[in-house]
């Protein structure tokens, strides 16, 4: 199954700000994201993922109730993706900002 596309930058912009579980990182980006259905899977798949790729790592915790929990944290290699996505979203930001603003031009025409 296909990761969506803006998981992995919301994991990696939220775990630079604090260690998070899976769960918890779910949630904040259920709120964060309107109009964007994200499933519990997507976000453990994404953190599998990250951690293959050595961007993030995870300590397990014991759990109030029931099993241990992982509390996942930025690698190094991670802030390097951050700093990369960060410039992907800010060119790609300009450019819907150009297309908008054109658009709204000739819109205005029709």
Known sequence: M???RRIEPFIL????????HGFDLYKKMQRAMKGV???TAGVYRALDKLVENNQISFSE???DKGPNKKV???LPLG???LNELYEVYRNDLYNLMIFTETYKGLASKM
């Open 72 to 74: 996942y944290n930025i």
């Open 2 to 4: 296909k990761l969506d």
């Open 61 to 63: 915790v014991e759990g």
């Open 79 to 81: 802030i390097e993706r």
């Open 37 to 39: 259905k994200i499933d």
């Open 13 to 20: 912009l939220y775990l630079l700000q604090q260690p998070f």
